[in-house]
Nanobody, 126 residues
Framework: QVQLVESGGGLVQPGGSLRLSCVASGFTLDYYAIGWFRQAPGKEREGVSCSSSSDGSTYYVDSVKGRFTISRDNAKSTVYLQMDSLKPEDTAVYYC???????????????????WGQGTQVTVSS
């Protein structure tokens, strides 16, 4: 049974940092692409970043490039999203998702992803 559990969210001031974790169980993380999404109230779910298992490539949506970093520790079955220089517009529920194909092609499309975590709230406010 594929399971993803996010953690690390919270309240942070603008300019601050948070590190989100996505712990995977029930499957071997090595073979899966992992994506991070976010959804703010009243908005559609947005693809933020992706880590490919096929070639180690990483991808970011333009709004987070240079501020967010995705990484994975396959031995710990964990994918991280380091978020620096946070802005109020980063406020959202953040979700991780897994895809057995291992590729990040079309990663911004929620329909691509077969498994999702329950989400963790990130609030950026002074």
């Amino acid at each position: 049974q594929v399971q993803l559990v996010e953690s690390g969210g919270g309240l942070v001031q603008p300019g601050g940092s948070l590190r989100l974790s996505c712990v995977a169980s029930g499957f071997t993380l090595d073979y899966y692409a992992i994506g991070w999404f976010r959804q703010a109230p009243g908005k559609e779910r947005e693809g933020v970043s992706c880590s490919s298992s096929s070639d180690g490539s990483t991808y970011y949506v333009d709004s987070v490039k240079g501020r967010f970093t995705i990484s994975r520790d396959n031995a710990k079955s964990t994918v991280y999203l380091q978020m620096d220089s946070l802005k109020p517009e980063d406020t959202a529920v953040y979700y991780c998702a897994a895809d057995l194909l291992g590729l990040c092609k079309d990663y911004v499309l929620p329909a691509k992803w077969g498994s999702w975590g329950q989400g963790t709230q990130v609030t950026v406010s002074s």
